[in-house]
């Protein structure tokens, strides 16, 4: 069996990137080379500003080269949940917002010609407990009457057409949404970023961060980047270097098992249109095809150890729903981190200090945390955002947030226990 993800076997071929040594002037530094700090760099160099992206392993090495490939509509909270917290008129438009950042991607794929699979199948949303028929009834509902969505339910013959398992009995499928290589399109962002004039540094850890009445400089092991803004892009890997963001973001653990390859009728068989897969368990079970006929099925673990535990969970887990695949080894293992804040929604802001940040994606990071690159571009160069939502949201730290692992470890065992109970 392999730890290293398939992701990482499968990727594009990638750049060498030097470590940082020396002293260099910049506009703006970003700390983390994922999705939000590449896209920063990208869309402040479109802007004329210059950048220097610091990270502390290589492009995409987190969540950004780690998840599960899916390109979402919407955040953690449904859409009614939003609309019942701000009102329909502003969930519409975090609705569209959303969508903007799915084709923002699909945007900066084509136009950099980014080999990374990009596949449009849409989603489903599956349960196999009674109790969900009336909320994913209600969630089409809404979704199309409200949000202008062409969400379908689906029950009995309509839901075998979908997926080739006896395990759900109820769904909703939704056409929008992106299966995607996500280590590819990390690489690729960070050449479109180097393309416009930015610098990327790998293995370059950011080990502290000086201001001054004129400017900031972030220090590392072996020299200093002297910069009039700072961003920190590191989400479910912050740190004490941003002592207010890391209180606030919890990171939760995710993991990820892929078949050996099946074989194109096999695959095919088991998600007949290639959709992206989720269930409604609180802690998240996802699945799909991989471009090259694996079976990719993840959740979200909550705790950090225990790995080898959960992979043989998420297999057994994986066997449930497609029995088929009993005859067929797990050749990748995986996992990684997400950030979850105390709202479960995307932020972004600045903190006392004057570091900028976005974080708290929840699991719907490909997209949005590629907006969240192009709203802090748009920010620091003083332009008007589409909407200041995510910046009214202050960081709030987590009760007991210096006891990490115990809170992690307690949510683990309460979502468990709702899901079995549930």
Same mark, same amino acid.
């Given at each position: 069996?392999?730890?290293?993800? @398939? ?7 990638? !750049?060498? $990137? ?5 002293? +260099? ?10 999705? &939000? ?34 390109? #979402? =509509? ?9 609309? !019942? ?12 917002? %959303?969508?903007?950042? *799915?084709?923002?991607? !699909?945007?900066?794929? &084509? ?11 849409? +989603? ?18 809404? #979704? ?30 939704? =056409?929008? /949404? ?18 416009? /004039?930015?610098?990327?540094?790998? !293995? ?8 001054? =009445? ?6 590392? %092991? ?14 479910? +890997? ?64 909550? $705790? ?6 959960? +992979? ?28 979850? &804040?105390?709202?479960?929604?995307? *932020?972004?802001? $600045? *903190? ?17 945390? &590629? @907006? ?9 160069? /003083? ?5 200041? $939502? ?15 692992? *115990? ?12 899901? %079995?109970?549930?």
């Amino acid at each position: 069996m392999n730890t290293l993800s @398939l992701w990482a076997a499968t990727a594009n071929p990638p !750049k060498a $990137r030097q470590s940082f040594e020396g002293e +260099y002037d910049t506009d703006v530094v970003i700390i983390g080379a994922g999705f &939000t700090g590449l896209s920063a760099a990208y869309h402040l160099q479109k802007k004329g500003l210059r950048t220097i992206v610091v990270e502390q392993e290589t492009v995409g090495w987190g969540a950004s080269g780690r998840n599960g490939g899916m390109i #979402l =509509p919407g955040y953690k909270p449904t859409m009614d949940e939003l609309a !019942k917290k701000y009102g329909v008129d502003e969930a519409k438009q975090l609705n569209q917002i %959303a969508l903007d950042g *799915m084709e923002l991607v !699909k945007e900066i794929v &084509t136009t950099h010609h980014i080999e990374c699979s990009l596949d449009y199948g849409g +989603y489903l949303l599956l349960s196999n407990k009674k109790r969900f028929k009336s909320l994913l009834k209600d969630e089409h509902e809404s #979704l199309n009457s409200q949000f202008g969505s062409d969400t379908r339910y689906l029950e009995g013959d309509e839901l075998k057409q979908e997926i080739s398992s006896s395990f759900f009995s109820y769904g909703l499928v939704d =056409p929008h /949404g992106y299966s995607f290589h996500p280590l590819n399109y990390s690489l690729g962002l960070a050449d479109a970023a180097e393309s416009l /004039g930015a610098r990327i540094f790998e !293995k370059t850890k950011a080990v502290a961060i000086q201001w001054t =009445p004129q400017n900031v400089t972030v220090l590392t %092991a072996k020299g200093r980047v002297i910069a009039k803004e700072v961003i920190a892009a590191t989400d479910g +890997y912050s740190s004490h270097l941003t002592k207010e963001l890391d209180r606030a973001v919890i990171p939760i653990a995710s993991y990820q098992v892929a078949t050996e390859c099946l074989g194109d009728e096999l695959a095919e068989s088991l998600i007949p249109n290639n959709r992206m897969v989720f269930g409604t368990s609180n802690l998240i079970n996802y699945f799909r095809r991989s471009p090259d006929g694996r079976i990719v099925y993840g959740g979200s673990g909550i $705790r950090h150890n225990g790995c080898e535990k959960y +992979y043989r969970e998420l297999h057994q887990m994986m066997l449930s729903v497609f029995p088929q695949l009993t005859p067929y080894k797990v050749e990748y293992t995986w996992g990684g981190l997400i950030g979850v &804040t105390m709202d479960m929604f995307p *932020m972004i802001g $600045r *903190m006392k200090d004057g570091v900028y940040y976005a974080t708290g994606y929840c699991g719907h990071g490909a997209s949005l945390a &590629t @907006l969240m690159g192009q709203l802090l571009a748009q920010w620091i160069a /003083g332009e008007e955002r589409v909407s200041r $939502r995510f910046e009214s949201l202050p960081l709030k730290a987590f009760p007991f947030s210096s006891q990490k692992s *115990m809170l992690i470890n307690l949510a683990n065992c309460y979502y468990r226990l709702m899901d %079995a109970i549930g």
